[in-house]
């Protein structure tokens, strides 16, 4: 088993947020190769915080973003499993960095169940007559790419974060996952509101 000093595992967890006990672990199975190491915490912290995914969240934040020029407002709620997370700097950060996405992107829902089976439904009727040009045997599959495509767009769970340079494209449940497995517990996306002047 590879040795692993206290300094390499202080500086995995500073870059990581994992646990101590955790980096070691990781180190030692990457035989101290920090990114290979890296790449074995985020899998196992998406691992554990998806089988936290049925622990309730009683606690948690509300965050607003305001654009400079006054006209987009978003209140979210963002909510976690102990006050001690609601107060934790990567879990406010998290809720802060959310707010300013939605008021840039407009999603429409948190989740895809929230989208009404009537809207989804109309939608997919209208890809499906687009599609009518094209060879039969095609047209259901490129409707319900369009059908998705669509959903990602008004889906907030599925958007990338705007701020590609900070994320690099992940999308918003692949950083809730990762703050979730950074804090230790379930970290679940309530609601959110969006204003905006002039509009309905």
């Avoid at 909510?79 to 990567?90: G, I, Q, Y």
């Avoid at 769970?157 to 918003?172: A, E, S, V």
Wanted: proline share 2%; hydrophobic share 40%.
């Amino acid at each position: 088993m590879t040795a692993v000093t206290a300094g390499e595992v202080k500086a995995l967890r500073d870059r990581t947020g994992a646990g101590m006990m955790d980096c070691k672990a990781a180190l030692q199975e990457s035989e101290g190769d920090i990114d290979q190491a890296i790449e074995i915490l985020r899998v196992r912290g998406q691992a554990q915080a998806a089988k936290r995914g049925g622990r309730v969240a009683t606690e948690g934040a509300v965050q607003s973003y305001i654009h400079s020029n006054g006209k987009i407002g978003v209140l979210v709620e963002v909510d976690c499993e102990t006050d001690f997370v609601a107060r934790n700097d990567d879990f406010r950060d998290f809720a802060r960095q959310l707010a300013l996405h939605i008021a840039a992107a407009a999603p429409l829902y948190v989740t895809e169940e929230e989208v009404p089976e009537e809207a989804r439904a109309a939608e997919l009727r209208i890809f499906a007559e687009q599609a009518a040009d094209k060879p039969e045997h095609v047209r259901e599959r490129i409707a319900e790419g369009q059908l998705r495509k669509w959903l990602e767009g008004i889906v907030l769970l599925y958007q990338p974060h705007i701020n590609t340079d900070l994320y690099g494209g992940k999308t918003i449940e692949e950083l809730r996952a990762e703050t979730a497995a950074k804090t230790g517990e379930n970290v679940v996306i309530r609601r959110f509101e969006r204003f905006a002047v002039g509009e309905e």
